[in-house]
């Protein structure tokens, strides 16, 4: 049972948008920033959106990141097939004093 | 730019102590926190611990009777040692440059590539 809740997998068609939730408590997303990782098949998670909605270099600017209150969201626009992922979201969090992550979300272009 | 290599066995006996070495190249260990973070076959991630440079630790605390997490900025390296491994140990091991700062959390980048290891007999 991961402390942040993510649905375990979503679809959509290439082209469309889709969008991922993170839900948490007041100890964590309600007040720390969340950031969002894409684990592609076989590889190493890597940061795809940092303090709630900040790109990296180098990331497309299809996704974007939000939040409000104890939830975050991460969307990604303009599906294509090599989004095809897992995606992680995380936080601080403060009572346990430590990083905790979502459960993943297996997100499939159809 | 910084590049993170994880290192150690892959096959680990129950009861016995996992020991894996993060080493970082491309950049200085210094004036950073660094992470282990853990995935065990077909799951998410769990976050296991990090060590500044300097030395201080904070580890998860559902770990943290097991966890030893060490520095050595001569070779810069950072360590991970589990004791006491049993099969629910058995997951992939990635180590991470946590962008946490004294003004708060960070984010983690980079990773390394990761490093499976096993816990069975």
């Known amino acids: 049972q991961s402390v942040l809740t993510q649905p375990p997998s979503v679809s959509e068609a290439p082209r469309q948008r889709v969008t991922i939730s993170c839900s948490g408590s007041?100890?964590?997303?309600?007040?720390?920033?969340v950031n969002w990782y894409q684990q592609l098949p076989g590889k190493a998670p890597k940061l795809l959106i940092y303090?709630?909605?900040l790109l990296p270099s180098g990331v497309s600017d299809r996704f974007s990141g939000s939040k409000s209150g104890t939830s975050a969201s991460l969307a990604i626009s303009g599906l294509q097939s090599e989004d095809e992922a897992d995606y992680y979201c995380a936080a601080w969090d403060d009572r346990l004093n430590g990083w905790v992550f979502g459960g993943g979300t297996k997100l499939t272009v159809l | 730019q910084v590049q993170l290599q994880e290192s150690g066995p892959g096959l680990v006996k129950p009861s016995e102590t996992l020991s894996l070495t993060c080493t970082v190249s491309?950049?200085?260990?210094?004036?950073?926190?660094w992470s282990w973070i853990r995935q065990p076959p077909g799951k998410g991630l769990e976050w296991i611990g990090y060590i500044y440079y300097s030395g201080s630790t904070n580890y998860n605390p559902s770990l943290k009777s097991r966890v030893t997490i060490s520095v050595d900025t001569s070779k810069n390296q950072f360590s991970l040692k589990l004791s006491s491994v049993t099969a629910a140990d058995t997951a992939v091991y990635y180590c991470?440059?946590?962008?946490?700062?004294?003004?708060?959390?960070?984010?983690?980048?980079?990773w390394g590539q990761g490093t499976l290891v096993t816990v069975s007999s």
């Open positions: 007041s100890s964590n997303i309600g007040n720390n920033a």
């Open positions: 991470a440059r946590d962008h946490t700062a004294t003004v708060g959390p960070g984010w983690f980048d980079p």
């Open positions: 303090y709630d909605d």
């Open positions: 491309g950049g200085s260990i210094s004036s950073y926190y």
